[in-house]
């Protein structure tokens, strides 16, 4: 089981990573899922995840306060919305694709909007 969960951990690493430049592909679900592995499978993994310095100060905010800054949200939904746009604008042809990604860029926009906001900034 061990061996599964880093296994799916990393696989869920990889997705996270991808989704920075995907659009509709949400970054921070996947490091969530990438440290609830680690933590169950490997300690070394989990404190190098939560350590890391970009991700590792986000994985902490939301584990020990459910929340998020409110500039992370910020930047969080302007970057997802201007790659959206770009690609639905430039790069999609296919209407009903054009949809999905739209649908899922809403569904995203909803579950950052529903995450508490930090009540300080942190740097």
């Not at 061990?2 to 995907?22: A, C, D, E």
């Not at 969530?32 to 890391?52: D, G, K, P, Q, V």
């Not at 302007?78 to 790069?91: D, E």
Request: net charge positive; hydrophobic share 55%; charged share 15%.
């Amino acid at each position: 089981m061990k061996y599964l969960l880093i296994f799916l951990g990393t696989l869920s690493l990889g997705i996270g990573i991808i989704g920075i430049i995907v659009p509709g592909l949400p970054t921070t679900v996947f490091l969530l899922i990438t440290a609830a592995c680690y933590f169950r499978s490997s300690e070394r993994l989990y404190n190098w995840l939560i350590h890391h310095k970009v991700y590792g100060k986000f994985i902490r905010d939301y584990r020990e306060h459910k929340a998020m800054p409110r500039k992370a949200k910020i930047s969080a939904l302007i970057m997802m919305w201007a790659m959206i746009s770009l690609s639905t604008i430039f790069f999609i042809k296919i209407m009903w694709v054009q949809i999905v990604v739209v649908v899922c860029g809403l569904i995203g926009t909803i579950v950052i909007l529903s995450v508490k906001t930090l009540k300080y900034e942190m740097e």
